[in-house]
């Protein structure tokens, strides 16, 4: 899923360098956690666990409750798609926080990834709509994957 909002945000953040937005970004420490900071957020997708009585923690334990859950978002068409990318954002995020050396990305276009280490780099927001949708992939078997790498 494409995030204008973050693609305009580089843009401003990263005028004066004359790097790409996104290189600058990721070159700067400060840039690169308030951008990990902004992904994290996930606040649809927490209000809605929290529902139904679980609380995200950021930790690979909370991917697999995840999983566990009922699939009523399933019953909003409209909520479907956020709650997805919200799915996704949260992965990579739990990723980023406990894979030795995983990172985020932001593709021209605003599209967020997870790179790891090898290189290998992960569409989360592609896999937590895949999840949100079809309940597959699970998100603890994406981070199994990515831990593996």
Not at 9 to 29: I, M, N, Q, V
Request: charged letters at 25%; aromatic letters at 6%.
């Amino acid at each position: 899923m494409n995030i204008p909002f973050l693609d305009n945000w580089l843009k401003r953040h990263s005028a004066d360098t004359g790097e790409s937005d996104f290189a600058a970004a990721e070159k700067d420490p400060e840039r690169a956690a308030a951008i990990a900071e902004l992904l994290s957020e996930c606040e649809l997708l927490r209000v809605r666990v929290g529902q139904a009585g679980l609380e995200l923690d950021d930790s690979p334990a909370s991917l697999s409750a995840l999983d566990q859950l009922p699939p009523r978002w399933r019953d909003d068409p409209e909520e479907l798609p956020w709650l997805g990318n919200d799915a996704g954002l949260y992965l990579g995020t739990v990723i980023v926080r406990t894979v030795p050396g995983a990172s985020w990305h932001i593709w021209p276009g605003g599209s967020p990834v997870v790179r790891l280490v090898s290189g290998r780099e992960i569409s989360v927001v592609e896999a937590g709509l895949d999840w949100a949708v079809n309940g597959s992939p699970e998100l603890s078997q994406v981070y199994a994957e990515a831990a593996e790498a």
